[in-house]
């Protein structure tokens, strides 16, 4: 989804809030963190975390998870 702002679901207790989140991933590795945010989108629009061993979207990640399983479960049907 191109231009969505996913960035509410990351906040879920155990995550800085966003504004506390490093902008770099340099910065998350020296206060122990393994999430960053830049607040710039990525290549599919999503302004969310992303994953300091990869630079992976976080929303990138969560829609990549959520086609996976909607695969299996209609793999599991036919």
Known sequence: M??????????????????????????????????????LPCRNGHVAPRRVKDGYCMACKRAAEQRRRLRRAFENTS
């Open 2 to 39: 191109a231009g969505c702002y996913c960035v509410q679901p990351f906040v879920l207790g155990k995550l800085p809030m966003l504004d506390d989140l490093p902008s770099t991933p340099e910065e998350a590795i020296a206060r122990g963190l393994n999430r960053y945010f830049t607040g």
